[in-house]
């Protein structure tokens, strides 16, 4: 069975920092792109940034020089660290992995940015 555990999130205030972990189990992890994705109260979800099994990275541009998105293949860990965060940046981060059959989610976890 597998289960994408996210972890980290919490309130910070505008400027703060903050360090996202999610712990896959149950995939062959090296083998899966993982990805973080987002979404605001009343918004779509939104893809946040990638990362390949070779370590090849991609962020959406409201994020790119603040976030970086990095990958532990023998803990099985993806992680998020994000930088001089944004109240706009409020939102449920999502973990994702998925390769050519398959799919997986994170139950995700709460990132609110306020003073």
């Known amino acids: 069975q597998v289960h994408l555990v996210e972890s980290g999130g919490g309130l910070v205030q505008p400027g703060g920092s903050l360090r996202l972990s999610c712990a896959a189990s149950?995939?062959?992890?090296?083998?899966?792109?993982m990805a973080w994705y987002r979404q605001a109260p009343g918004k779509q979800r939104e893809l946040v940034a990638t990362?390949?099994?070779?370590?090849?990275?991609n962020y959406a541009d409201s994020v790119k020089g603040r976030f970086t998105i990095s990958r532990d293949n023998a803990k099985n860990t993806v992680y998020l660290q994000m930088n001089s965060l944004k109240p706009e940046d409020t939102a449920v981060y999502y973990c994702?992995?998925?390769?050519?059959?398959?799919?997986?989610w994170g139950q995700g976890t709460q990132v609110t940015v306020s003073s």
């Open positions: 990362i390949g099994g070779d370590g090849s990275t």
């Open positions: 149950g995939i062959i992890f090296k083998t899966y792109h």
């Open positions: 994702n992995a998925n390769e050519l059959r398959y799919e997986y």
